[in-house]
């Protein structure tokens, strides 16, 4: 079992900056792919952002990102600290939502809600105009 803990929500100016935070509980953290979805009122939970397992690059790639935040969100992991952070930079309104950790163990990167294991509670972002 896998317990996550999202922090760093809150209200933010479009524009602006904000980092989410994934505590991760269990000692075998480093071999779980990590992700961020998000769930907007009346709408669907929809992927984010992933990274693979101990960032490695086996695959050839370790990080992950919806075309929506490409560029502006950053997904990284400390497996020392079993924590997966979301940098939110150049926020905008349409980036407000309940944002969810997420955790999966296995090889592959899912970019749907059903491909992974584990969830926190989410967090809470909301974006000013």
């Known amino acids: 079992q896998v317990q996550l803990v999202e922090s760093g929500g809150g209200l933010v100016q479009a524009g602006g900056s904000l980092r989410l935070s994934c505590a991760a509980s269990?000692?075998?953290?480093?071999?779980?792919?990590m992700g961020w979805f998000r769930q907007a009122p009346g709408k669907e939970r929809d992927f984010v952002a992933a990274?693979?397992?101990?960032?490695?690059?086996?695959?050839?790639?370790?990080?992950y990102y919806a075309d929506s935040v490409k560029g502006r969100f950053t997904i990284s992991r400390d497996n020392a600290k079993n924590t997966v952070y979301l940098q939110m930079d150049s926020v905008k309104p349409e980036d407000t939502a309940v944002y969810f950790c997420?955790?999966?163990?296995?090889?592959?990167?899912?970019?749907?809600?059903?491909?992974?294991?584990?969830w926190g509670q989410g967090t809470q972002v909301t974006v000013s105009s």
């Open positions: 997420a955790a999966r163990d296995g090889t592959t990167v899912p970019r749907t809600a059903v491909g992974y294991d584990f």
């Open positions: 269990g000692r075998t953290f480093s071999r779980y792919v």
């Open positions: 990274i693979n397992w101990s960032g490695g690059t086996w695959s050839g790639r370790s990080t």
